[in-house]
């Protein structure tokens, strides 16, 4: 019985595009809206993009309850 050595293949790399959706707009005169808009600001400031991202999340969550 002969060994032989495995055949190997190399792939391309896939790049996939970054999409990134809008950010979401606070409802005027929606206090829970305001805060999150403010925490985003200050997260923004600091460089804290977990926390940025979370606001998006919530704001996008909180804006069906709006409509």
């Known amino acids: ?10 792939e ?3 790049a996939l595009p970054l999409r ?12 829970e809206c305001m ?3 403010q925490l985003r ?8 993009q977990t926390t ?3 606001c998006d999340i919530l ?3 909180h804006d069906t309850g709006h409509r």
């Open 52 to 54: 940025s991202t979370d």
């Open 20 to 31: 990134l959706a809008p950010r979401p707009d606070p409802i005027p005169g929606c206090p």
């Open 12 to 14: 391309e790399s896939v």
């Open 35 to 37: 805060r999150l808009a």
């Open 59 to 61: 704001m996008r969550m």
């Open 41 to 48: 600001q200050s997260a923004d400031m600091e460089r804290d």
């Open 1 to 10: 019985m002969t060994m032989t050595e495995p055949k190997r293949w190399h």
